[in-house]
C-alpha cells in the first residue's frame, strides 16, 4: 500500500487562520449590517411616532371649543390666545385628557428649534376668567424644527365689528374695510374677544398648518351676553 500524507501542522494553521479570518470577516459584515439596520429600524418609528404625535395635534387644534371666559376688560369672549411663538386655546379633543383640556402650542429655541404641546385638564379645574393661573400637566415635544418658525392668525378684529359688518348693507361693507378680517401676529381673546377664522404656523418660507376654525363664535358670544350667564 502506498503511504497515505496527512496535512502537516503548518498546513493545518494556514487552514485555521484562513477560517478565523473569512469568520471574522462575515461577522465584521453581519455587524455593520445589523447596525445599519437598527437605525433604519429606530428612525422610521421615530418619524412614525413624531407622525402620530403631529396628527394628534392637529386634531386638538382642529377641535378648539368656544369656551366663554370673562376678559381683562370684564367681558365676556372666547378663550384664545396667539402670539407668533405660541397658540393657547380650549380643546374638546386634547391628548391625554378625556375631558376638555386647555392646551397649547409653543415654538422654543434651545440648542435647536422645537414645536412643543402642553395640556392641562379642565374636568376639576375650570377656567372662568383671564386671570386663571394654568399649571401644565402634560408637555412633550411634538416635532424639531428646522428653521426659524412662527404663528399667525386670520380673523375679525372684534365681535363689535363682525356684527356691525354682518347687519349693514353691501355698500357699507365695501367701506368698512378695516372692520373686515385680516392678519394678526397677535390675537388676543381680551381684545378680539372671538375665535379666529383661521390659525397658520410657518416654518421657515413653508406653509406647514392651516387650520380652519368655527365661524360663528360670535353667535355663541350673542348667546351668551342675552342669557345674563
Known amino acids: 500500500m502506498k503511504n497515505v500524507k496527512g496535512f502537516t501542522l503548518v498546513e493545518l494553521l494556514i487552514a485555521s487562520s484562513i477560517l478565523v479570518a473569512v469568520m471574522l470577516s462575515g461577522y465584521s459584515a453581519y455587524s455593520l449590517y445589523s447596525s445599519s439596520w437598527q437605525k433604519r429600524s429606530q428612525h422610521y418609528w421615530q418619524q412614525a411616532q413624531a407622525g ?5 395635534v392637529y386634531r386638538s387644534i382642529n377641535a378648539i371649543s368656544d369656551y366663554i371666559v370673562i376678559n381683562n376688560n370684564d367681558k365676556p369672549s372666547a378663550y384664545f390666545y396667539l402670539t407668533s ?8 379633543s386634547p391628548i391625554f385628557s378625556n375631558a376638555i383640556a386647555v392646551a397649547e402650542l409653543e415654538i422654543i429655541k434651545e440648542d435647536k428649534f422645537y414645536l412643543v404641546y402642553k ?6 379645574e375650570p377656567i ?8 401644565w400637566q402634560h408637555e412633550i415635544v411634538v416635532m424639531e424644527l428646522e428653521e426659524q418658525s412662527y404663528f399667525n392668525a386670520y380673523g375679525w378684529p372684534s365681535w363689535q365689528a ?3 359688518y354682518e347687519s349693514s348693507n353691501l355698500e357699507m361693507k365695501q367701506l368698512q374695510q378695516d ?6 401676529q397677535v390675537y388676543d381673546f381680551n381684545e378680539n374677544e372671538i375665535l379666529p377664522l383661521k390659525i397658520n404656523m410657518f416654518v421657515g418660507s413653508q406653509h406647514l398648518l ?5 365661524s360663528d363664535s360670535h353667535k355663541k358670544l350673542f348667546l351668551y351676553a342675552e342669557s345674563g350667564a
Not at 411663538?85 to 374638546?92: G, P
Not at 395640556?119 to 376639576?124: D, N, R, V
Not at 372662568?128 to 399649571?135: H, L
Request: charge should be positive; hydrophobic fraction near 40%; avoid cysteine.
Open 119 to 124: 395640556e392641562k385638564s379642565l374636568a376639576k
Open 179 to 184: 372692520m373686515q378680517p385680516k392678519v394678526f
Open 85 to 92: 411663538s405660541s397658540v393657547r386655546f380650549i380643546t374638546t
Open 128 to 135: 372662568y376668567s383671564a386671570a386663571s393661573i394654568i399649571n
Open 210 to 214: 392651516e387650520i380652519s376654525l368655527k
Open 52 to 56: 402620530l404625535t403631529l396628527q394628534s
Open 162 to 164: 363682525v356684527s356691525e
